[in-house]
């Protein structure tokens, strides 16, 4: 997945199937990156890069910033459970 068209319409799906999006959420964004690729059903090397994928999360609106303890989160939305 190397298309820039293909891997924007890959994540609105994503978003769209597997998360809920709430003004207070967050998710970290190593965690959406890994649920990302897991679910793609792709191999590493022909999953789209985390640079790429957060830069397409951020343009679908959902900022992008560092936490106090160095770790970075997606706001405005959170993972589904399992089952939800």
């Known amino acids: 997945m190397k298309n820039y068209t293909d891997i924007k319409a890959y994540m609105t799906e994503f978003i769209k199937s597997h998360c809920i999006v709430v003004p207070e959420g967050k998710v970290e964004a190593k965690e959406l990156y890994y649920k990302c690729w897991q679910l793609s059903g ?13 830069a397409v999360v951020e343009e679908l609106g959902y900022p992008k910033k560092r936490s106090s303890k160095n770790k970075v989160y997606f706001y405005g939305l959170t993972l589904k459970k399992e089952g939800e």
Do not use: H, K, Q
Not at 42 to 54: D, H, K, P, Q, W
């Open 42 to 54: 792709l191999s590493a090397e022909a999953f789209v890069g985390n640079r790429t994928l957060f």
